[in-house]
């Protein structure tokens, strides 16, 4: 994702030194690595017209599993219900199958929206003879449920999920009707959020760039090519002021209308809900967030001096530290990127740099900027009979090395759990992004080991900024999010930038200042319009992560080492199938207490004390 809505923002560094001293069996380098990826989306079907015969088929198979199941489901002994959920499951995954080739082509091109709708409005026609299953599960007593669990262990915790949601649910026919409609409602606005912000195109120079074109030049190392990208996308986000504006009162008015039919006690309930996670655990970690802006605040403190800069702007942020030892190349060509992050994967487990190969080398990547592609990065986990898919826009950028180890920890994660099938596969966003920004540490760390003190200290700048950006930034916008949400009535715009300036304020002090221009900044973010609420789980994970990085490098000797690595992988290869503080647990952690909270913390600090240390 782009700068300032990605999950992990993307960091700096130097890497001549560590190409040095590679020991020379290092797989990485046995083997050139490509300086281009595209996706092969064979993996799913070999052509559209099989897409398009598989969506037939599904529609054939759901109406004969209704026929056979709808109203029944109650007269059949639990013995019996391990074949038929994972009946159910299998089409399910059929639709997942189908949904994703769909999206992924939309992804690659968004002008292709015709035929994204097409897939679409057929799988979810075929998905509705199939929405009576969950339903009448979760409205069975607590003991029939237990006694299902009991004969198919496998979806226990899939099955306590459905009655932990089972008074939020509503009537098949209103499910339907929600479901039949979601195209042409909020789901639509959303697909338009992301096709208007593909076709944008923003004027630096005498070209038109795209937005991860121009956002990417605020890392640029000149104070007025950074000012100019900044005023460019300000223009450009102005022009649709309207248009984003409308979008984001669309999405309010929703979430507001879920509340209600659902009966949420708030509007970010059904989030935790689905995270598995309970309203006071999510207090508190943004309790303790909110009171340690101060971090934030000495960091740019110190930025403004190495910087040599008065005053820092909101441009400034991201603006790199230059050394005289440093090369005055800027580019981190593709392959070399590559490069670093396998080796960092391959020094933590050979299991990481396996799948990770396996991705480079047959089409699970799609990495450069093309016309019409969708902006940001992301892991599409697929289902359990293909495998990941990670797209990026890659910009030659070195900080986009960290954006690769990110991705590619999301599709460790998802490849490793495809053992547990589909409806269990899927991780909530808390735990989801623990293996992202672990494989962000893992180079990090990989990197420092190789640097003098004057090459560290922009990899510390970047990696603290890392930190910021995916701990206490997610939380400024959640806050953002909470204050627009409770608002009553439509927004307008001038009302958006205010909270959104205020809430930006709270974290930066005045150790930066907001310009005039940054006000509009909040009308691009993707999270707030495809996933209200989600960004709180990204500073969740980081915290989680911090402390499981803190519990490896304590790790004295190689039997130590190994027992995390094992524990690790094994949490990772659970996916969703245990609650995120039953998964947390095998590392003798309890996310009910604060003190879970204070650990992450303390990692922070230490962090930013070896920083100091450089100065």
Known sequence: MNTDSKSAPKTRTKNTRLQKTNATNNPARKVPLPTQNEWNLKALFPSQK???????????DCKAFNKKFCNKLDSIP???FEAIIKEYENLCEQTGRILTYAFLIFAQDTSKGALYADFEERAQKAHNDLLFFELEIARFSDSLRGEIAKSAPRYAFYLQKLGVHAKHTLTLKEEQILLKTSPIACEGFARLFDEHLAQMRFKFGKKQISEEEILSLLHNSERKTR????????????????????????????????KELRGYPRSESARHLSNSISQKSVDKLIEVVNANFGVVQKYYSHKARLLGIKELKDYDRYAPLEFKKQSKATNLPYNEALKLVLEAFDEFSPIFGKIAREAIKNGW?????????????????????????????????RRDAFTIAHEFGHMVHQELSKKVGYLNM?????TAETASVFAEMLLFDRLKQTLSKEELLPLYTGKLEDVFSTLFRQIVMTNFERA??????ELSSQEFDRIWFEENKKMFGDSLKLTKNYDSWWSYIPHFIHSPFYCYAYSYGQLLVLALFGLYKKAQSKQEREKFIKTYIEFLSLGGSKSPKDLIKKFGFNIEDSEFWALGMNEVYKLFSEFEELL
């Open 50 to 60: 099989h897409a398009q015969s598989a969506c037939n088929k599904l529609q054939n």
């Open 365 to 397: 990547v799609d990495s450069h900027p093309k016309p019409n592609k969708r902006g940001g990065a992301f892991s599409h986990g697929c289902v359990p009979s293909a495998h990941p898919f990670v797209l990026l826009n890659y910009t030659n950028s």
């Open 484 to 489: 627009i949400h409770s608002a009553q009535g």
């Open 227 to 258: 000012k100019s990208a900044q005023k460019s996308f300000t223009k450009g986000l102005n022009k649709s002021r309207h248009l984003l504006t409308y979008i984001l009162n669309v999405v309010r008015k929703d979430v507001a209308l879920e």
């Open 78 to 80: 639990p013995a019996q």
């Open 426 to 430: 899927d991780t909530p966003l808390t």
